[in-house]
């Protein structure tokens, strides 16, 4: 860790000769230039520049100086050398005083992951600008927390008088994409076109081929897969990025031949030459469609004709892929061929594949072990599924073993939540809620949804209900009340007639909840669209995208 601040500073300038003040703006240019490289060697040498100027007679002014190596310290998420920063602007008054300096500040706990902080920062700017805002915006949108960002964007707009730029708007862009929110998505598209528009035809916004790589990831990523498959084909010009996200969202709609055609088509017709995310999307579309020849075909590919070395993604992809179609031994002797120590996910895919295709007690348990000693925090997953084999086995005293470990070890399963937007506001829910405004009427559709399942020969799938239901009844009820069920309850209640039903699931969508959908969507005539963890899912007339295959 550099120290940067001097033993003092004066925060009022003094008259310099002309010779003192133009070596200063030199090197306030050279500090410029260093922090906005792009490259961690001169980022690093602006920290070393600044340090050495405030020693000398005539340093430059602290207000000039500070973005420039605050921007550097961002650049290297130089966390320590940040707060020194904050310190010596604090004492010199001008945090969060000086705006521009605040920003700074702003940019550098953002690229630290400290989007707390960045948020705590802002609320004391006294004269927030444009990039004041945009900055706290995108660093919630970069921590994941994506409805907050959309909620201070909200503020924004109803308590300033500030108009959203192109940079607003990308950002927006991103937590739309990261909510499922897609009307909110179509706003901010709107709002693209009205401020780079022009004329008003779009034409800017339809030559910016980074905002249109993410147009395509927005509307894929809310379920419009035809609007993102509408803005790529309209793009003049597209780039390696966006080839990628274009294949990757096919993938992910369950378009696997779509998805693999159009890495052919990349490849072979527009000579462009994948990367190793291309690599990521297309072995993605193999998965999900359980294509297992082409999986192997590309992924050699990869190795041997475009020499990418195998990252963990792709390992994870070959793995899931061969293991969900039976081809165990093969996803094991991938393992033990990596380049990379593997990670939890792979494990737990294992341990998902030996459950689902009955590989045996012994394996199960030795990829259980696998799964448990590799450092991760949703270690309850593997439990569940250990749960659920021995349950199978019918032994008992193992299941009562596994809670106990559960227990004593303080773990607790992942809380599942599903959201829907509806007319601009998202609407969260999680398993058994009754903190909703309509959750009478949710409940009372959900009965109504019940006794059409029933009278449609509907049975439960209890395998994969909680734990700690041990009597039918008890568990029938409890995967009633799974938060889907309840977005879908209130979808039913609250969408335009004729419009897709949009939810967004954080885990992957159990299997029960997978069949009371496809008959829910025949029953009421209603396509219903949900991005779990996985992928997407599209019931429609009976039936689901993923071929029952997920």
Not at 38 to 54: G, W
Not at 107 to 115: D, F, N
Not at 251 to 279: W, Y
């Amino acid at each position: 860790m550099l120290s940067l601040a001097a033993s003092s500073l004066p925060s009022t300038r003094t008259h310099r000769p002309d010779a003192a003040s133009h070596s200063s703006s030199s090197s306030v240019r050279l500090l410029r230039s260093l922090a906005r490289s792009r490259r961690a060697d001169l980022a690093h040498r602006a920290l070393l520049l600044f340090r050495s100027l405030q020693s000398t007679p005539s340093p430059p002014p602290p207000h000039v100086s500070l973005p420039a190596v605050l921007s550097a310290a961002a650049f290297l998420s130089a966390l320590p050398e940040g707060r020194q920063l904050h310190a010596l602007a604090a004492k010199l008054g001008l945090a969060p005083s000086h705006t521009v300096v605040a920003n700074s500040l702003l940019h550098l706990y953002s690229s630290c992951g400290l989007p707390g902080a960045a948020l705590d920062l802002f609320r004391r700017i006294p004269d927030r600008s444009l990039v004041s805002w945009n900055t706290a915006v995108d660093a919630l949108v970069g921590n994941g927390d994506h409805l907050a960002a959309l909620d201070l964007f909200r503020e924004m707009q109803r308590d300033t008088e500030l108009a959203p730029d192109a940079y607003t708007v990308q950002s927006v862009l991103g937590a739309c994409a990261g909510a499922g929110a897609l009307s909110l998505g179509v706003y901010a598209h709107a709002l693209l076109l009205r401020e780079l528009g022009g004329d008003g035809d779009g034409e800017a916004v339809s030559r910016d081929m980074l905002i249109n790589n993410s147009l395509v990831d927005l509307y894929g990523k809310c379920g419009a897969l035809e609007l993102a498959q509408q803005v790529f084909d309209r793009m003049p010009a597209r780039d390696l990025a966006s080839w990628n996200v274009m294949i990757l969202t096919l993938a992910n709609h369950g378009r696997v031949c779509e998805s693999v055609e159009l890495f052919d088509r990349m490849t072979q017709v527009e000579k462009m030459a994948p990367n190793a995310i291309t690599f990521v999307a297309v072995l993605s579309a193999c998965n999900h469609g359980g294509l297992v020849e082409e999986g192997r075909r590309y992924f050699a590919m990869m190795v041997d004709q475009y020499r990418i070395k195998p990252r963990i993604e792709h390992y994870g992809c070959m793995v899931d892929l061969l293991a969900r179609a039976g081809f165990i031994e093969e996803a094991l002797d991938i393992v033990a061929g990596m380049n990379c120590r593997p990670d939890a996910i792979i494990w737990r895919s294992l341990l998902d594949a030996c459950c689902k295709k009955n590989a045996g007690l012994e394996l199960t348990e030795a990829m259980a072990k696998l799964a448990l000693e590799v450092p991760d925090d949703a270690v309850s997953g593997v439990y569940v599924l250990l749960s659920r084999v021995y349950a199978s086995a019918q032994r008992w005293n193992d299941v009562g073993m596994v809670r106990r470990l559960m227990v004593e070890e303080g773990v607790k399963k992942e809380p599942g939540f599903s959201s829907i937007e509806m007319d601009g506001l998202v609407h969260q829910f999680v398993a058994g809620d009754t903190s909703h405004p309509q959750s009478e009427a949710i409940y009372e559709k959900l009965d109504e949804i019940q006794l059409k399942l029933t009278s449609a020969g509907y049975k439960p799938d209890l395998s994969e209900a909680p734990l700690v239901a041990s009597i039918d009844n008890a568990k029938g009820a409890a995967l009633r009340l799974h938060s889907e069920r309840l977005a879908i309850s209130f979808g039913l209640l609250n969408a335009t007639p004729g419009a897709p039903i949009r939810i967004l699931k954080n885990l992957r969508v159990c299997k029960d909840c997978h069949t009371i959908s496809k008959l829910i969507s025949k029953l009421y005539g209603v396509e219903i669209i949900v991005r779990d963890r996985i992928r997407f899912h599209h019931f429609k007339d009976g039936s689901c995208s993923c071929k029952d295959y997920w």
